[in-house]
């Protein structure tokens, strides 16, 4: 069963924004922390950014700092991952993740299915 559901993935040209979502489905993640990851064709999985249970702790990977932002709505039991000023590069199919502890986010437990996000020149 699919817990994780991401959306939100499309087609963007460079310097574009994109919004993903990852929502809960069939059980709640609240109380756990939430993370992005991403991978390109022919690379490996690459950590993105991670928040944790109520959203006070962020982390984010040096190749997106400044450009990507993520929150949580605990309400919509939904994390978010505000991609600005994208680049090429960014072109990957972008996971959702969750563990239950903030400690071990770097390599989650749960994963959702990935959108894919590509950014044109």
């Known amino acids: 069963q699919v817990q994780l559901v991401e959306s939100g993935g499309g087609l963007v040209q460079a310097g574009g924004s994109l919004r993903l979502s990852c929502a809960a489905s069939?059980?709640?993640?609240?109380?756990?922390?939430k993370a992005w990851f991403r991978q390109a064709p022919g690379k490996e999985r690459e950590f993105v950014a991670a928040i944790s249970p109520a959203g006070s702790s962020t982390a984010y990977a040096q190749r997106v700092e400044g450009r990507f932002s993520i929150s949580r709505d605990n309400a919509k039991d939904t994390v978010y991952l505000q991609m600005d000023s994208l680049k090429p590069e960014d072109t990957a199919i972008y996971y959702c993740?969750?563990?239950?502890?903030?400690?071990?986010?770097?390599?989650?437990?749960?994963w959702g299915r990935g959108t894919q996000v590509t950014v044109a020149s």
């Open positions: 993740a969750a563990d239950r502890a903030y400690s071990r986010i770097y390599s989650p437990q749960y």
């Open positions: 069939g059980r709640t993640f609240n109380g756990y922390s």
